[in-house]
């Protein structure tokens, strides 16, 4: 994809952005997923070019009217992250409010088995790194350390320490 087109294409995306949190200022409630992808004990996140671009967060996204938000999750990884055949189970269902927007939100989990098959949408997304759950980076979005702590209480054991500190960007 040429540069011109990407970044044109990245205006769009910052452009729909607002329009997003606008709908939501007007009352609509939209419904999302973040997906906590692993490997190897790390956690994958994303900064994007759109919204707060200095921000990590989990990679997600909206949940289409009648789609299941596992398909959704599945969809939005290969849409994002060109990752196929994720095998997702569903960690947590709840309403909250991220950058503005009012959402039902779904947190799905999959382990990836190849973190080199990771090819991100240069529209949408500006960077990707593996974090140990230890290490995450100091400015995440509201509900990311939130939900990098469902994964400890999977198998019922505690959730790993959450520190600040300086980025465990692998």
Not at 130 to 139: A, D, G, I, K, Y
Not at 141 to 152: N, Q, T, V, W
Request: with cysteine.
């Amino acid at each position: 994809m040429s540069g011109l087109r990407v970044a044109l294409l990245r205006g769009l995306y910052r452009v729909a952005w607002r329009g997003v949190q606008l709908r939501s200022m007007l009352g609509h409630r939209g419904n999302g997923v973040k997906c906590l992808l692993t490997h190897d004990g790390k956690v994958l996140m994303v900064r994007h070019t759109y919204g707060r671009r200095d921000v990590w967060y989990l990679p997600g996204g909206g949940v289409h009217r009648g789609e299941p938000p596992l398909d959704a999750a599945a969809r939005e990884m290969e849409e994002e992250l060109g990752l196929r055949e994720l095998r997702f189970r569903t960690l947590a269902r709840f309403e909250t409010r991220l950058e503005r927007i009012d959402v039902r939100l779904t947190c799905a989990h999959a382990e990836v088995t190849d973190p080199t098959a990771v090819s991100p949408d240069p529209v949408e997304i500006a960077d990707v790194g593996w974090f140990v759950p230890e290490r995450l980076p100091t400015r995440m979005g509201l509900e990311e350390r939130r939900l990098i702590g469902l994964l400890g209480t999977e198998s019922g054991s505690p959730a790993p320490p959450q520190e600040d500190g300086p980025p465990g960007h692998v």
